[in-house]
C-alpha cells in the first residue's frame, strides 16, 4: 500500500554513496513501490545531503518484516552500548 506519507528527519552522521563517503544531514521513510527490490511494496529509507547535490545518497528498500528487524536491532544494539557511549561524540 503506497501511504504517499513521508517522514523526514535531520540527521548527523555519514553514508558511502557510489562517490564515497559523505556527511549525512537529511532522512526519508515512506512506503511504496520500490525501484529495484522485487516486491510490490517496500520500506523505503533515504539518508541523504541535498547540499552535495544527488550523488550524496544512500537508498534502502526493506521488506516490512526486514524493516521491523531493523529496528529492533538498533533498539538492541543502542540498549547494549555502555551508557553515555551511543551519544558520545568522537
Not at 63 to 89: M, W, Y
Amino acid at each position: 500500500m503506497c501511504t504517499y506519507i513521508t517522514e523526514k528527519i535531520e540527521l548527523d552522521g555519514a553514508g558511502k554513496g557510489g562517490t564515497g563517503w559523505f556527511t549525512l544531514s537529511e532522512g526519508a521513510v515512506y512506503v511504496d513501490h520500490p525501484y529495484h527490490a522485487c516486491h510490490e511494496h517496500t520500506v523505503n529509507i533515504d539518508f541523504t545531503n541535498p547540499a552535495e547535490g544527488p550523488s550524496a545518497r544512500v537508498a534502502v528498500e526493506l521488506t516490512e518484516e526486514s524493516a521491523l528487524a531493523l529496528i529492533a536491532a538498533i533498539q538492541k544494539a543502542l540498549s547494549s552500548a555502555p551508557p553515555g557511549l551511543a551519544s558520545a561524540h568522537h
